[in-house]
């Protein structure tokens, strides 16, 4: 095992680049992209790699990068990891790389069945596999609904409803923050 580099560079498998991208464009309530300890920590996770090639003029190395997905989205891009991340290499089929992938949202979304994350994985996972991934996977060719997400994490279908609510709402915009000085509200009043 080694750790990863400033000089390593990194390309997304694109089944990996797929569910990636599908996760940044779905919309997502705050929880996975508010910077935080929480997401500094979640971010140094092993990553998986293909094999890894050097050129003779490279300090780094040409890297495929496998997973996981979640900490991809607190990084400043996709393909730039921290240094030092340790890199385990693994070899995958396309379709043992999709089902890694389903598990690791699975996971995410059994463990946070609250806020918005739920639905949003529904929704992920719904884009990102085609019928015959979902019949290998899931064992039926239509998209996953918000009932059977429902059972299998123990919510209400109501619950995924909600969820779906909050994510088609625009953000609120920031509360103003309280001016430090009674001049500065009057004159803020003022201008209204």
Same mark, same amino acid.
């Given at each position: 095992?080694?750790?990863?580099?400033?000089? =390593?560079?990194?390309?997304?498998?694109?089944?990996?680049?797929?569910?990636?991208?599908?996760?940044?464009?779905?919309?997502?309530?705050?929880?996975?992209?508010?910077?935080?300890?929480?997401?500094?920590?979640?971010?140094?996770? *092993?990553?998986?790699?293909?094999?890894?090639?050097? @050129?003779? =003029?490279? @300090?780094?190395?040409?890297?495929?990068?496998?997973? *996981?997905? /979640?900490?991809?989205?607190?990084?400043?891009? /996709?393909?730039? *990891?921290?240094?030092? /991340?340790?890199?385990?290499?693994?070899?995958?089929?396309?379709?043992?790389?999709?089902?890694?992938?389903?598990?690791?949202?699975? %996971?995410?979304?059994?463990?946070?069945?609250?806020?918005?994350?739920?639905?949003?994985? %529904?929704?992920?996972?719904?884009?990102?596999?085609?019928?015959?991934?979902?019949? %290998?996977?899931?064992?039926?060719?239509?998209?996953?609904?918000?009932?059977?997400?429902? =059972?299998?994490?123990?919510?209400? %279908?109501?619950?995924?409803?909600?969820?779906?609510?909050?994510?088609?709402?625009? *953000?609120?915009?920031?509360?103003?923050?309280?001016?430090?000085?009674?001049?500065?509200?009057?004159?803020?009043?003022? =201008?209204?």
């Amino acid at each position: 095992m080694h750790l990863s580099t400033p000089n =390593d560079l990194f390309t997304l498998h694109p089944v990996l680049s797929r569910f990636a991208t599908l996760a940044t464009t779905s919309p997502l309530h705050d929880a996975l992209h508010r910077p935080s300890p929480l997401t500094r920590i979640a971010s140094q996770t *092993p990553l998986l790699v293909s094999e890894r090639c050097k @050129r003779p =003029d490279q @300090r780094g190395h040409q890297i495929t990068l496998l997973g *996981p997905l /979640l900490p991809l989205l607190w990084w400043p891009a /996709l393909n730039t *990891p921290p240094a030092g /991340l340790p890199l385990t290499q693994v070899t995958l089929t396309d379709e043992a790389l999709e089902a890694m992938l389903c598990a690791e949202l699975l %996971r995410y979304m059994q463990l946070s069945p609250d806020g918005t994350v739920p639905e949003w994985g %529904r929704r992920v996972l719904n884009q990102a596999l085609d019928q015959a991934a979902r019949q %290998r996977l899931f064992g039926q060719t239509r998209k996953l609904s918000q009932q059977d997400v429902a =059972d299998w994490l123990g919510l209400s %279908r109501a619950q995924l409803a909600h969820q779906a609510r909050h994510l088609t709402q625009p *953000p609120s915009p920031a509360p103003l923050a309280e001016p430090a000085f009674f001049s500065q509200w009057q004159a803020a009043q003022r =201008d209204h």
